[in-house]
């Protein structure tokens, strides 16, 4: 378990600072901003070099939190709901600190409640879709299971 905890790590800080990066850039040029690795709020605060490696890290440590936090899934005594509320709850307070800390939006309540929706619906979404492959491969697991045993019966 530990080691695969420190492999989802390594891997989700990686995926989480290229991602986080590409993001900006998509919504820099989507916004007609031009090719933008980091918002101008953040440079204007920090200097470019800094935003760039503030922006690195915490969206790193996002996707530390998201792939290393699959770990809830592994512990065999925890119910599926409960797996699921945990990661949940730890991706989205994740992502919310780590979108105020970069200033991605402004501070107001709406733009907090909408984001929230927002990541609860593309949560779902991909939590049905997981649900359903591995359904589906379980399915064909316990399918190979008894032919396996037919075939040891004869």
Do not use: P
Not at 35 to 61: P, R, Y
Not at 76 to 100: G, N
């Amino acid at each position: 378990m530990k080691k695969k905890l420190i492999v989802r790590t390594l891997i989700g800080f990686a995926i989480g600072a290229v991602l986080g990066n590409v993001i900006t850039l998509f919504f820099s040029l989507a916004y007609g901003e031009g090719a933008k690795i980091v918002f101008d709020v953040q440079v204007a605060a920090m200097g470019k070099a800094l935003a760039i490696i503030l922006q690195t890290i915490l969206s790193g440590i996002f996707g530390i939190v998201c792939i290393a936090g699959m770990c809830f899934f592994d512990i065999d005594s925890w119910s599926l709901l409960k797996a699921t509320i945990a990661h949940f709850v730890s991706v989205l307070i994740a992502f919310l600190v780590v979108a105020s800390a970069l200033r991605w939006l402004q501070y107001k309540w709406t733009n907090y409640l909408i984001l929230i929706a927002m990541i609860a619906v593309a949560y779902f979404l991909i939590w049905l879709i997981m649900y359903i492959l591995w359904k589906q491969e379980i399915k064909k697991m316990n399918e190979e299971l008894r032919a396996y045993k037919e075939r040891e019966e004869k």
